[in-house]
Nanobody
Framework: VQLQATGGGLVQPGGSLRLSCAAS????????MEWYRQAPGKRRQLVAR???????NYENSVRGRFTISRDNAKNAVYLQMNSLKPEDTAVYYC???????WGQGTLVTVSS
């Protein structure tokens, strides 16, 4: 399985970005999907998870600002990020739950 994450960039505080992750293969609808992030000098951290049926979970600091969603017809998972803060600056990775499969990461920088 290959995962390709896109959509990162530079945004001002309070702004929005939408990350996308495209997956290869035919089993995408059976995967729980996750977004992680890793800030400089910090551990990789789970940001959000979405189940096969669309149930979502969020890390406390992003709840209410970020929304994870999926489109099984497109083999894609998304992370809509609103009200971005400088502390959201990190490389964001998509991941298949309990697997060795990671996307290559996309850098999000929140700065004025």
């Amino acid at each position: 399985v290959q995962l390709q994450a896109t959509g990162g960039g530079l945004v001002q505080p309070g702004g929005s970005l939408r990350l996308s992750c495209a997956a290869s293969g035919s089993a995408f609808s059976r995967y729980l999907m996750e977004w992680y992030r890793q800030a400089p000098g910090k551990r990789r951290q789970l940001v959000a998870r979405i189940s096969t049926t669309g149930v979502t979970n969020y890390e406390n600091s992003v709840r209410g600002r970020f929304t994870i969603s999926r489109d099984n017809a497109k083999n894609a998972v998304y992370l809509q990020m609103n009200s971005l803060k400088p502390e959201d600056t990190a490389v964001y990775y998509c991941h298949i739950y309990l697997s060795e499969y990671w996307g290559q990461g996309t850098l999000v920088t929140v700065s004025s």
